[in-house]
């Protein structure tokens, strides 16, 4: 039973938060701070000094990464998509320039989608997809095309 007074989930979490593994923890959270504007809220290091766990943050969402072992194979080892992570941002088409000038492997170049959002996607440097919109209109679901 958590004490009274707790906060479940704790401050400036929300309660369902992707945690996504890394061999490169800290590779990870260079990339993503450089290439896709996060910002980087915890490191803790491991016995070896490498990054075992952190935690990025962007526009209050936070995503959580860690060194899962030696036996990990993520998507880049196992040669295929594994998840994608979708992230609304204010302006998509300077996010857009500014990840490309990083170097960002551009999947899916920027498009109006059907369902309202302009998006693009991108794979970090160990594979994990990343889908990041604008939501530029309003459409009915019904009058989506199926």
């Not at 929300?14 to 061999?23: Q, S």
């Not at 000094?49 to 196992?78: C, F, L, N, W």
């Not at 960002?104 to 693009?120: E, F, K, V, W």
């Amino acid at each position: 039973m958590a004490d009274a007074g707790i906060e479940n989930p704790p401050a400036g979490m929300a309660r369902i938060t992707p945690y996504l593994l890394y061999e490169d923890v800290d590779g990870a959270v260079d990339f993503l701070t450089g290439a896709f504007g996060f910002s980087q809220r915890v490191r803790v290091p491991g016995p070896e000094g490498q990054t075992m766990h952190a935690e990025i943050t962007r526009d209050g969402g936070v995503v959580m990464m860690g060194y899962p072992g030696p036996d990990y194979r993520g998507p880049k080892s196992r040669g295929g998509v594994t998840q994608e992570v979708y992230v609304y941002v204010d302006d998509v088409e300077t996010h857009y320039v500014a990840a490309q000038a990083y170097g960002a492997a551009i999947i899916r170049p920027l498009a109006d989608q059907p369902y309202g959002d302009r998006t693009y996607a991108a794979a970090d440097p160990e594979g994990h997809q990343w889908s990041f919109a604008q939501h530029v209109r309003d459409v009915d679901p019904g009058a989506m095309p199926s």
